[in-house]
C-alpha cells in the first residue's frame, strides 16, 4: 500500500464512522486534536481501518502515542 492509497483508506473509514460522505482529512489532520473523532468514533475508526488492513493498535493511549494524526496511520498503513 502507498501513502495515497492509505490517505484513501483513512478517508473511506472516516466517512463510514462518521456517516458523512463529505469529511476529509489531510496528512496533516490530527483526527484527534481537531475534534473530528470523539473517543467513542476514535475507537470505531480504528477497529474499522483493522479490520479492513490487519493491522493491530496497542491497548495504551492511542492519542497520546499520536495513532489518531493521520500521518502516523499513513507510516502504520505503508510499513
Known sequence: MNEQQALQ?????????????KVSATIDTDLAGENVLDSLDGMVFLLEISEKTGKTFPEKDLVKLGFFRVRKLVELLTA
Not at 483508506?9 to 460522505?21: G, P, T
Open 9 to 21: 483508506l483513512i478517508n473511506e473509514a472516516l466517512r463510514k464512522v462518521l456517516n458523512n460522505e
